[in-house]
């Protein structure tokens, strides 16, 4: 409390060259200090040809406490001057009394000013005949000298003048609606801060439901409690209970802040020390979900340094959670929670930070979720996105440490529409497209798009290929699949042969939701044991889009769609032979409709299991409405989680 009654002192003393280091501004009572201190002051921030103006008054009434006004930079100072009189009158001076009659007539002359201002800097009078513009003007002034008539009374204001302080980009993302405990929340900045922003984190009690009405009838429909996202310094700190919890870019809720309001207090201040204007955000109540840690098993094994965490995790795309063309929901045994996006997003976070991988591949991943949530949640990562092609909005997302590994190259492949044509070992398979039109045509109606980064160890300098991607899904097109991982594989091996300097065998990881089931096709080709006379083949000329039924999940006309017409397929085998990291998986997603293994972390020979994150026995993942996504686990897929080490 000693700081904080030094700050108002100070202020009082030096009104005019304001200035605290921050490093004073660490505390609650600190902060209601800050705001005593910056009544009497007027901001002026210059925006392109504008002036804005902010004026903090000592009237206690919130409308007349904090005044604005925006002028032309051409305009001259003693024309803002007098629209700014005009503003602070009601606020020094109160209401102007009321006009008497003179003989029973009103008098309808405009009453004389009661205020009148000068600009000043120092002593030193400014011309109020220069334009705002001018740097002689708003720029050179410390002061704006106030004197005022109330009745026959003089009085007098000298308000501090701040020419374009420390500010708080405008383009801010607001905490959650229901911050979870145990998931880092903040304010996400979508413009880089021209400032040094430091961040006070408290808690508010909630206030309680009125219970006035007992006993009274009620309104019929359902009465929304209304959150205000963003809240002035004075209607922070008219909030119950303060108290500050953290210090910091983020804060991670714990249960005791159960039922709390969240609020996020963003300080801007220059090298010089000068504060801005803090911004308040204020979320609804901190919520403790459930957790998996009842499930009596611990998924989140400790890592050993010397080995590669890697992570694949199909996230379920928002859009996806809703028939588009019907409106009902794809997962009606689930509670209305668990499909909420504010919802999944955190509890998809807490599964990365648990499992705390080196490199994270995620699938069906929005373009804005990627950029304006992860990114920024994930300060200790760096990452890469790429959506689909066509309209579908969803795609996919690699996330690596920057601490562990350094980003040599990153490359986005299609994999269906505009697919590489050139590649090295496709030759068989491209002849094979332009003999059989039907599934050339096919293949360019698919939006598939696949990611390859090459990562370099930092400890090593060893170099892995991180391959991402989320094959296309038809129950009848496995030769589709097969073909765009022998796309993609090509492509790895064409830039791993350009740019590895490794000696001996490269590493590869293929991590991704690959849409088949072990011993299919598909799974055989990456192993390097599909020929070119496999049935994978036998129905590829004749396939059809249009033989399965997206809703109902049933081929159409089974007997005409099970004709074989025997044909050899291109002769085509993976650059690579890849493992299946997590073979005892018998699925990875888990509905009443359909539960089988789809996803996958496939790696080199040159790498070897060290340990494989449990999985979720059926009965707990059967527990919530009898499949996923729930409270717990927020997608229809599960995340794999495995342990890699070099050979």
């Not at 801010?172 to 929340?185: D, N, R, Y």
């Not at 990562?455 to 073909?483: D, M, Y």
């Amino acid at each position: 409390m000693r700081v904080c009654n030094q700050i108002i002192r100070a202020t009082r003393i030096h009104r005019f060259t304001f200035k605290i280091m921050t490093r004073h501004l660490s505390s609650l009572e600190e902060l209601k200090g800050y705001e005593e201190s910056q009544k009497e002051t007027i901001s002026v921030r210059r925006r392109d040809q504008e002036f804005n103006f902010t004026i903090k008054t000592c009237n206690a009434d919130p409308k007349q406490s904090v005044l604005t006004i925006m002028r032309d930079d051409s305009e001259s100072v003693e024309s803002t001057l007098s629209r700014i009189a005009k503003k602070l009158e009601v606020a020094l001076l109160g209401p102007a009394p009321k006009k008497k009659k003179t003989s029973g007539v009103i008098d309808k002359s405009a009453p004389p000013p009661r205020i009148s201002m000068q600009l000043k800097s120092g002593d030193a009078t400014i011309s109020s005949s220069e334009p705002n513009s001018s740097p002689s003007t708003w720029e050179a002034a410390n002061i704006l000298d106030i004197q005022g008539l109330d009745g026959d009374k003089e009085k007098s204001w000298k308000y501090a003048v701040h020419f374009n302080p420390p500010e708080i980009p405008p383009k801010i993302l607001f905490l959650e609606k229901s911050p979870q405990a145990g998931v880092p929340q903040k304010a996400v900045l979508l413009e880089a801060p021209k400032n040094v922003i430091k961040t006070l984190w408290l808690t508010a009690t909630e206030p309680k439901p009125d219970d006035s009405n007992d006993g009274k009838k009620k309104k019929s429909g359902k009465q929304k409690a209304v959150v205000k996202k963003e809240l002035t310094l004075h209607e922070l700190l008219q909030k119950e209970n303060l108290e500050q919890v953290g210090e910091g870019p983020s804060y991670t809720p714990t249960p005791k802040d159960e039922g709390k309001a969240l609020i996020s207090v963003m300080i801007p201040y220059d090298s010089e020390g000068t504060l801005g204007q803090p911004k308040i955000f204020y979320s609804g109540p901190v919520m403790v979900p459930k957790d998996d840690l009842s499930l009596g098993f611990d998924r989140f094994p400790p890592k050993c340094t010397s080995t590669m965490r890697v992570m694949t995790y199909n996230i379920l795309y928002e859009g996806a959670t809703v028939i588009y063309a019907t409106g009902k929901s794809m997962y009606p045994y689930a509670d209305p929670l668990a499909v909420d996006t504010d919802y999944r997003k955190q509890r998809i976070l807490r599964e990365v930070i648990g499992h705390d991988p080196d490199i994270c591949c995620f699938q069906e991943m929005a373009d804005t979720l990627h950029s304006q949530y992860f990114i920024p949640h994930l300060p200790e990562y760096e990452g890469e996105y790429t959506m689909k092609t066509g309209q579908s909005r969803d795609g996919l997302s690699t996330f690596w440490k920057s601490s562990t590994y350094e980003k040599q190259s990153f490359h986005s492949i299609n994999l269906g529409e505009g697919y590489p044509t050139e590649l090295p070992g496709c030759e068989d398979l491209y002849k094979y497209l332009n003999t059989y039109e039907k599934v050339k045509t096919c293949l360019d109606k698919v939006t598939t798009v696949a990611q390859i980064t090459h990562l370099k160890r930092l400890s090593t300098g060893k170099s892995v290929f991180v391959a991402n991607t989320h094959l296309w899904f038809h129950p009848l097109g496995s030769h589709i699949r097969v073909i765009q991982l022998h796309l993609l594989l090509s492509y790895v091996a064409k830039i791993a042969k350009e740019e590895a300097t490794d000696k001996g065998e490269i590493e590869v990881l293929l991590c991704g939701d690959l849409n088949y089931q072990p011993k299919s096709a598909p799974h055989r080709y990456c192993n390097k044991d599909l020929n070119k006379s496999h049935q994978v083949w036998w129905n590829a000329p004749g396939f059809d889009f249009a033989a399965w039924d997206f809703e109902s999940g049933e081929i159409i006309d089974p007997e005409e769609t099970a004709k074989a017409d025997p044909c050899d397929g291109p002769d085509i085998s993976s650059p690579f032979p890849l493992a299946d990291s997590t073979p005892q998986f018998t699925f990875s997603n888990y509905t009443p409709g359909f539960t089988g293994r789809l996803d996958y972390i496939l790696h080199s020979s040159s790498l070897d299991v060290s340990a494989v994150h449990p999985q979720p026995p059926r009965e707990v993942l059967a527990s919530e409405g009898g499949g996923i996504p729930s409270l717990i686990f927020p997608s229809d897929h599960l995340p794999i989680c495995v342990d890699l080490s070099a050979k």
